[in-house]
Every structure is written in structure tokens, then in C-alpha cells.
């Protein structure tokens, strides 16, 4: 039978949830990430009522502004085009909004939102003075040539620059926009506002970028999950483990599992998964760089070269593993999916993307109790060292790679131990999800109640 007092916060999270599915139709990604912080804070609130009297959730889930304006480019033939462009300015509490820019035909506000709704939670758990943004167009850079993606680049950001700045928004990369992008974005800022300040983050070495940044989120993810198989006594040595994706994160995801000694078996793209029991290698893993960074190829091809097993069309949580690091994109993994992968044997799941865990696979796992890292914690090292960027671009200072990783693997211990603090049950088990939400919200709604009704 339920208490009283848990019949009474049931209820209060779905009025919760009514008003903020009422104020945002239609914007499913939004609701559910909402929904999934709203479990963790909302029983919170009710043991420290400060937070609910000033209303603090409820003004954490209405973005500050939202930015969307259209972009006109020229494509090499000469026809005349015109994408959407977004930035959600989400909350600046802690320190100027943060965030990256995605460029996809899905991109859309919601999708948006949701990630920028995230990103604060995340900002708040790396402990660096980072408030949460998102932005993005629906704009395909795949098949386009270089001069096309700097056309519109440029094009993008001659209206965005008057949004961002060094002290106000600092824009950084995500899916669809890397350092090429990242390049030409940072160029025509410079070029518009006649200043070099640190406006961008995830640039090259040579105009200001961070040493690890490229490989941060992946790197990130992996060290998480050795925080968490260390505080139950474990550690990754020896461990077979399924990554999905083929791209930046998935990369530097599987290099790092080879680095402390586990076993990688399966990358991954939209076409399906291949699945190398032998483990993938380092040479095999520059293999993939080079089919993916510079052929642009699909992941069936590694199949073929390497003479292992390819799954059309399906992603890789049918093969057995004792760890999964989901790294490709928003729900990618269901409740079916989890059910297997509890299933075969898996013990750990550590989020390298954003949200790619649906409700009811992370349902699955918590009720399975195994190690689930959510993205907001597990995934942080990306932005975390993005913040680092800053930092080596306010002082003017370029830190050596050594020094990057060991910050990086410091503020990933910082992290786990925040969410061992707020999700820590009596019996041991490390309930994360609950411990990263309450964790990113208590530094953002302590900020929020000393500047009063603003």
C-alpha cells in the first residue's frame, strides 16, 4: 500500500507535468526529459519546501529565451536555400549558457529543448560556472562540400553573434557539427565582431582549442563507469562491452575501454551493427576512424574487411555484454532492448548520448538494479572540458594533454561522488538517476533563490 504522503507526491508530479505538457504541445523529447527530473526533484522539494514555495522547477522548465531564425545559403549549383536555426537559452544561473549546436534534418525545437533542459542539470554537476543552452538548424551537412557547409556557417552566424559571446552564450559542437563547422562558425565571428575571444569552444589547437577535447565525452563516459564498478569493488579489466554509434563519441568510447584493459565488440550505425567478438583492436579501431572521419563510409564495410558479423537494422543490445555504452543518439534503446541486455547478463549501462534510453528501458534497469549511468552524469566530459577550453582562453594558457585527462578524470570522480551523495539508498544500491537530478538542481535552484523573483 502506498503512504499518504507518496499518494500526495504522485499526484503532484503529474499536476506538474499537465501544466508543462500544456504550456509545450506537441513536444514529446521535452516532456519526457522533464518528466524523467521531475521523479527525482519533485520528492525532494517536498523535504526542503524553499524550493517549492519560489516555484524553482517550474521556472527551471521554462527556457529564459528561445532564438529561431532562418538561414539563406547558396548551394554549388547556384539554387538558393533556406534552413531553420535555433538557440534555447535555457538558464544562466551558474555561469554564461553552454552548450552545443547540432546540425540534422530532425533537429527540432523540442529536441532542442530537451537537450538544453539537460545541459543544465549536466553544467551544474561538472561544479564549473556553466549555465545551460542548445542550439542547431535542421540543416544536412552530409554530401554537402566544404564550401556549402562554410556558406551556411557563415550565414548562420551572422545572425547568431549578436546572441553569444564569451560572457554570455558559448556555443560548442554535437552532432553534425565538428571541427570543420566549428571553424568556419568561429571564423565569421571573428570576422563580424573584430575580437579573438573564447565565443566557441571545441575549436582547433591552432586558434585556441583544448588538447582531449575531441575524445572528452567518450573518455568521460568511460571513466564514469569505472567509478561505478569501483565503488561496488569492480573495475572494467577483462570486460566485454557494446558500444553503439560509429562517430566522434562512439570512437573515443572504445578507445578508452582499451585503454583500461576491456573489450569493445560492436560499433554501429543507422544501417545496423557489427559485432566482432574478437574485440575491436587499435588497429581496427583506426580502421574505423578512417572509414567514418574521411571515406564517410558505411559500418557494414568493417564487416567485410574484418570478416566479422553484420546486423542489418538492428542495434547492438542483442549481443550479450557485460557493459553497454549507448552512444549515438536520443532513444536508441527501449524497454525491449533493456529487458535483453539485463537479460544476457549486463551489469553496467553508462550513457555516452543524450537521453538514448527511453522510460521504460531505464525502468528495466533500475528495477533490474543493476549500474546506470544517465547521460546528464555520464556523458558530462564533453562539456566539462569544454569549460576547461574556456578557462585555457580567459588566461591565455594551453594545458598540456596529461593535464586535460587528469581534470577531466578528476571533475568524472566529482560527478560520481555527487550522485552517490543524493542517490545513495540504505542498502547500498547507487540509485543515479536519482542522485544526478537532484545533484544539478540543488547548485542551479540555490542560485535561483538568492536572486530572488527574476
Not at 529564459?64 to 534555447?88: H, L, P, Q, T, Y
Amino acid at each position: 500500500m502506498s503512504s499518504p504522503a507518496n499518494n500526495e507526491i504522485r499526484q503532484e508530479i503529474e499536476r506538474f507535468m499537465a501544466k508543462v505538457i500544456k504550456r509545450n504541445p506537441g513536444e514529446s523529447e521535452f516532456h519526457q526529459a522533464v518528466r524523467e527530473v521531475a521523479h527525482s526533484v519533485i520528492p525532494y522539494t517536498f523535504e526542503h519546501p524553499e524550493y517549492r514555495k519560489e516555484k524553482i522547477l517550474e521556472r527551471l522548465t521554462e527556457p529564459d529565451r528561445i532564438i529561431i531564425f532562418r538561414v539563406s545559403w547558396e548551394d554549388d549549383e547556384g539554387n538558393v536555400r533556406a534552413d531553420r536555426a535555433w538557440r534555447v537559452q535555457f538558464n544562466n544561473s551558474i555561469g554564461p549558457y553552454k552548450g552545443g549546436l547540432r546540425f540534422h534534418p530532425t533537429v527540432n525545437q523540442s529536441i532542442l529543448k530537451f537537450l538544453g533542459f539537460e545541459q543544465v542539470f549536466k553544467n551544474s554537476l561538472t561544479t564549473l560556472p556553466m549555465g545551460g543552452g542548445k542550439g542547431g538548424a535542421n540543416f544536412d551537412p552530409k554530401g554537402k562540400s566544404d564550401r556549402e557547409v562554410m556558406r551556411f556557417c557563415q550565414s548562420m552566424m551572422t545572425e547568431l553573434y549578436r546572441h553569444i559571446g564569451s560572457r554570455v552564450d558559448v556555443p560548442a559542437g554535437d552532432i553534425g557539427v565538428g571541427a570543420r563547422e566549428i571553424g568556419y562558425l568561429f571564423g565569421q565571428y571573428k570576422r563580424l565582431k573584430n575580437e579573438f575571444e573564447g565565443v566557441l569552444t571545441g575549436k582547433g589547437l591552432a586558434f585556441g582549442g583544448s588538447l582531449i577535447r575531441t575524445e572528452a565525452t567518450g573518455y568521460g563516459t568511460v571513466y564514469f563507469m569505472e567509478n561505478m564498478l569501483q565503488h561496488r569493488g569492480d573495475g572494467l579489466k577483462g570486460k566485454t562491452c557494446t558500444v553503439s554509434g560509429s562517430g566522434n563519441v562512439a570512437i573515443y568510447t572504445i578507445e578508452k575501454l582499451l585503454d583500461l584493459e576491456a573489450k569493445p565488440v560492436t560499433a554501429s550505425d543507422s544501417g545496423g551493427t557489427i559485432h566482432d567478438p574478437n574485440g575491436i583492436d587499435r588497429e581496427k579501431l583506426a580502421w574505423i576512424k578512417e572509414l567514418k572521419e574521411v571515406r564517410r563510409g558505411r559500418i557494414s564495410e568493417y564487416a567485410e574487411h574484418f570478416g566479422c558479423e553484420y546486423l542489418p537494422g538492428k542495434r547492438p543490445w542483442v549481443v550479450p555484454c557485460d557493459l553497454a555504452f549507448p552512444s549515438a543518439t536520443q532513444n536508441e534503446l527501449d524497454g525491449e532492448d533493456a529487458r535483453t541486455l539485463v537479460d544476457n547478463g549486463c551489469i553496467g549501462v553508462a550513457e555516452g548520448a543524450n537521453m538514448p534510453s527511453d522510460a521504460d528501458a531505464v525502468a528495466v534497469f533500475q528495477e533490474a538494479r543493476i549500474m546506470y549511468g544517465p547521460g546528464k552524469a555520464a556523458n558530462a566530459g564533453g562539456v566539462a572540458v569544454s569549460g576547461l577550453e574556456q578557462s585555457q582562453n580567459s588566461t591565455r594558457v594551453a594545458w598540456t594533454r596529461d593535464e586535460v585527462d587528469s581534470k577531466l578524470n578528476k571533475i568524472m570522480d566529482d560527478i560520481h561522488e555527487q550522485c552517490v551523495i543524493y542517490g545513495d539508498s540504505d542498502n547500498g544500491y547507487v540509485d543515479y538517476v536519482k542522485g544526478s537530478n537532484i545533484g544539478g538542481f540543488v547548485k542551479v535552484g540555490n542560485a535561483m533563490l538568492g536572486y530572488g523573483i527574476v
